[in-house]
């Protein structure tokens, strides 16, 4: 089997066998960029490993060494010659892209010889110890697993023993003794030297790298971002090229365009006599990269060049590391850059009027998920704020909370439902939890693309990061800021914007969609077959959807308008009436209320459809709870109430008693409220169809459509559909008007789905009430299963997706399908659509464009995510 590709054999595409970083190292020595030469173990030879439970895959030396061979015959360099040594980084590198996540090592190659040997090949006696010690932390760190912060200790020390801030003024003689006191550490902490065979470094470096797919960050980090398992990394062996040879030396990471606004414009920092992770590790805070145009003009211009070439080669905004050794560019990495929401909408409209991608391209580059965070509120640009300090604006979006100083804490509070602000001099990849439970991020030091940074603009968080001016103390748990002390849980806010921070909470206002958004927006709409409609009960709500493009309104559900606190007290004369005349009158009361409801919704939606769902759950949720009556009557008793007001209550408990439920949820509710109590669904019918009049009356252009909940039976349909449309007819001879509806019903019961070919012959439409057939379907409650046995289902992988949140294509999905088949056959015209909350979750929409539905209809924050993902399904 072929386990090493040169970096000439490869290309973009092969990124599952090469990992992301290998296919793109390989992709760009083929079109002719200065990328130094090396080799990629495949992501197979990984996978092998694990399989045979952590073993060097058989065959895999046999690979490595000629290529080995090639890389030394391209540089002119031997591995381990004493005089002249190849150095070589061996780099982790996953099919999708996990930055910081797994491990890298640096300056492999380097012991106690060749180190001698470079320093005289180079002239440069700093250099090399430089190099050396780096190693050896790396090396101890990844492949020894020895802990950072005792290396960081010795380096400390040195730089305190020398009086010096920064690693790059230490003097050789200060890296020597540091080199010599690692060395020490290692012996240890391991019993065993430090390895000086360069081969055995080689191999021990490629095992450490397989294993670190499996460290604990890099599971996290898959969880979060639905990263399967059992795909492997690949590992790049590749010739070092050197930052940190002096001050003509340099290295840097660069965005072609800004991943936080998707601005057309070179966005990275870099830092002059430094190594691979130091601009990524927040060591120093580093320079923009413009400043590179001063200090090396002839650098920046190679480099904006060919940046611009890879974006178009790539035809996406690119990630960019890039090394600087004595004067010459080379490139360490290319990949399409993590962005923010705002920074996908922005690049991707941009890209399709340069004419790079079409408009479905540019559909498809945005990740539906990610949309939430537009949604996101910001700050309210009017209010007045106490500014304390300004960092680097680094993640958009505003966050308060109070602030934690480490991530363990983070994480604590965040689980207790705390806002809190994570405030770090910089973040590793082993805060990642800290970061994920905390509203924002702020740092004191470290750049635009910093860790901090980067993982906080890919989880859609606020960020300020490099704020200088705070002097944190992680022993007394508190902040410096102008010399004034915020201890732990002080309450600040962040401004990832423009980079403020604030003292407390600040007002925050709602989002609006952006002008690139927009016509994004359009383009989908140009592409989806899918209409989307909204769920909305009331007419500001109506208002919100129509804003946000929905073509109508797929749920209203009427039971909100009873649970008004004013309509209450009526609603339970009506539930407890005695005889039909009692509650007719009971809803004659509730009968102008109604109207009034539709009147608003059916205006708001003018021109647009609108589903009104009569009512649904059991008449008991709109009555006392019995153990509040029963306390009320013993309190009544023992203070010796009137004993007319004691008889009422009592009447009352009975009745509550009466109409209680075993099983609610499937229970004396839908359409069995409307076989046994036809005047409610009657009362409802009128109140819906007297809007309407009154509206046609006054020249609006309405298109109230009636539908019937749970339907378990097609008479069920027939007998309310009947009694609908009486209704309308009654209504339209009194008002001497003529309007147009239609009578539908949902599909929420596996019977309903069943027996589609009856009940499609009755009804206008289909809604699949999917929050309710997900239940029926499974036969358990969602409630109860979230809380209780769900989260084990998943872990154990007995399902894949929670299947309320997911549609169950293949169990629930089978059920719609055959709906949609029974239904069409026996009425061609029959609309189909969905309106549980599936209806706004991508791959459920997508699932239903599969289907052939009409329409979704979702909530209307969803809206403008539904419409994307329904051009996405389509593309
Ligand atoms: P990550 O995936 O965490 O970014 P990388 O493998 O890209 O890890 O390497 C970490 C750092 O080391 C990067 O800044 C990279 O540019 C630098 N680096 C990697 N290989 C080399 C090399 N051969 N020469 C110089 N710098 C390198
Ligand atoms: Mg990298
Ligand atoms: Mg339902």
Redesign the pocket.
């Known amino acids: 089997k072929k386990y090493v590709y040169l970096f000439r054999e490869g290309k973009a595409s092969m990124r599952d066998l090469l990992g992301g970083?290998g296919a793109n190292l390989a992709e760009m020595t083929n079109i002719g960029l200065p990328v130094?030469s090396?080799f990629t173990i495949t992501t197979e030879a990984c996978n092998e490993y694990y399989t045979t439970g952590g073993q060097f895959p058989e065959g895999l030396w046999d690979q490595i060494k000629p290529a080995l061979g090639n890389v030394e015959e391209s540089t002119g360099k031997t591995f381990g010659n004493p005089e002249d040594p190849l150095l070589?980084?061996v780099?982790?590198?996953a099919k999708f892209s996990m930055?910081?996540m797994?491990d890298?090592i640096?300056n492999l190659g380097l012991n106690d010889q060749t180190v001698r040997g470079l320093a005289h090949s180079t002239q440069n006696d700093r250099f090399a110890y430089d190099s050396y010690r780096r190693f050896i932390q790396m090396f101890g760190n990844v492949v020894l697993e020895i802990e950072h912060h005792f290396f960081e200790a010795i380096l400390d020390e040195a730089k305190s023993k020398q009086a010096v801030t920064y690693d790059s003024e230490l003097s050789t003689d200060s890296l020597k003794w540091v080199v010599e006191e690692y060395k020490k550490l290692i012996q240890k902490e391991t019993g065993k030297p430090f390895p000086q065979e360069p081969i055995q470094q080689l191999e021990q470096a490629v095992l450490a790298v397989f294993r670190s797919w499996n460290n604990d960050r890099a599971i996290v980090y898959r969880k979060i971002n639905a990263i399967p398992d059992d795909i492997g990394t690949a590992v790049?062996v590749?010739?070092?090229?050197?930052?940190n040879m002096g001050n003509d030396s340099g290295?840097g990471?660069a965005f072609t365009r800004s991943p936080s606004t998707g601005e057309k414009a070179l966005f990275g920092e870099y830092l002059m006599n430094a190594?691979?992770?130091d601009?990524?590790a927040g060591i120093r805070t580093p320079q923009p990269i413009k400043s590179l145009e001063q200090e090396n003009k002839a650098i920046y211009d190679q480099f904006v060049d060919i940046a611009s070439r890879l974006e178009n080669h790539y035809r996406d905004m690119q990630d960019i590391?890039f090394?600087i050794e004595k004067g010459r560019l080379?490139f360490?990495?290319t990949r399409n850059g993590k962005r923010t929401a705002p920074a996908a909408i922005r690049v991707a409209v941009e890209l399709c009027h340069e004419g790079l991608i079409t408009k479905e391209e540019a559909i498809t580059r945005i990740e539906p998920g990610q949309l939430d965070q537009l949604l996101h509120r910001r700050m309210d640009a009017n209010a007045k704020l106490e500014v304390l300090a300004k960092g680097l604006p680094a993640s958009p979006g505003a966050a308060s909370g109070k602030i934690v100083f480490d991530a363990d804490d983070a994480e604590r509070l965040g689980h207790n439902g705390e806002k809190v602000i994570l405030l770090r001099t910089e973040t590793t990849p082993d805060d990642i939890h800290g970061i994920l439970a905390a509203q924002g991020i702020l740092t004191s030091r470290g750049g635009m693309t910093s860790h901090a940074a980067v993982v906080a603009r890919h989880m859609g968080k606020p960020a300020v990061c490099g704020c200088e001016a705070l002097k944190i103390d992680y022993t007394e748990h508190n902040v410096s800021i102008n010399g004034v002390v915020y201890p732990e849980g002080t309450e600040l806010s962040i401004d990832g914007a423009t980079g403020r921070v604030i003292k407390g909470a600040v007002p925050m206002i709602d989002p609006e969609l952006s002008e690139e958004f927009k016509e994004l927006l359009t383009w989908a709409d140009e592409i989806r077959k899918l209409r989307v409609l909204a769920n909305a009960d009331n007419p500001k709500d109506a208002q919100k959807a129509r804003d946000f493009g929905a073509q109508g309104i797929g749920l209203c559900r009427t039971e909100h308008m009873f649970m008004d606190p004013a309509r209450i007290p009526i609603v339970q004369e009506m539930i407890l009436s005695q005889t039909l005349e009692e509650r007719e009158l009971a809803l004659s009361k509730l009968l102008p209320m109604q109207e009034d409801d539709f009147y608003g919704i059916l205006k708001a939606m003018t021109g647009l459809p609108v589903i009104i769902r009569l009512l649904d759950p059991p008449l008991h949720e709109f009555l006392p709870n019995v153990e509040d009556l029963v306390v009320e009557i013993t309190k009544m008793k023992v203070t010796g109430a009137n004993p007319e007001e004691l008889k009422e209550k009592e009447a009352l408990l009975r009745k509550v008693r009466a109409l209680a439920e075993l099983n609610p949820m499937l229970g004396h509710r839908g359409c069995r409220l409307g076989v046994t109590f036809p005047e409610i669904y009657a009362m409802q019918a009128r109140a819906i169809f007297q809007a309407s009049a009154r509206l046609v009356k006054e020249g609006f252009e309405i298109h109230p459509e009636v539908m019937i909940p749970l339907v378990i039976h097609v008479k069920e349909l027939e007998m309310l559909r009947k009694l609908t449309e009486d209704t309308a007819q009654a209504v339209m001879k009194e008002q001497g008007v003529s309007f147009k509806y239609k009578v539908g019903t949902m599909i929420e019961v596996p019977r309903a789905a069943l027996t589609a070919d009856e009940i499609g012959k009755v009804a206008d439409f289909f809604s699949f009430g999917t929050n309710d057939l997900t239940q029926t379907t499974l036969g358990f409650s969602r409630d109860d299963a979230e809380g209780k046995f769900l989260p084990a289902y998943l872990d154990k992988k007995v399902l894949a997706q929670n299947p309320f949140a997911v549609l169950d294509r293949d169990g629930v999905g089978k059920l719609m399908k055959m709906g949609v088949k029974l239904g069409r056959e026996v009425n061609p015209e029959l609309e189909v659509g969905i309106c549980g909350e599936h209806g706004g979750e991508p791959s459920s929409i997508e699932f239903c464009h599969l289907l052939g539905l009409n329409y979704v209809s979702c909530s209307p924050f969803r809206v403008p995510l539904a419409r994307l993902a329904a051009a996405q399904a389509k593309v």
């Not at 590749?238 to 930052?243: A, I, P, R, Y």
């Open positions: 970083k130094p090396g070589v980084s780099r982790s590198g930055p910081g797994m890298t640096l790049n590749q010739s070092m090229v050197f930052g290295t990471v190594q691979g992770e601009v990524v590391e090394t080379f360490l990495q």
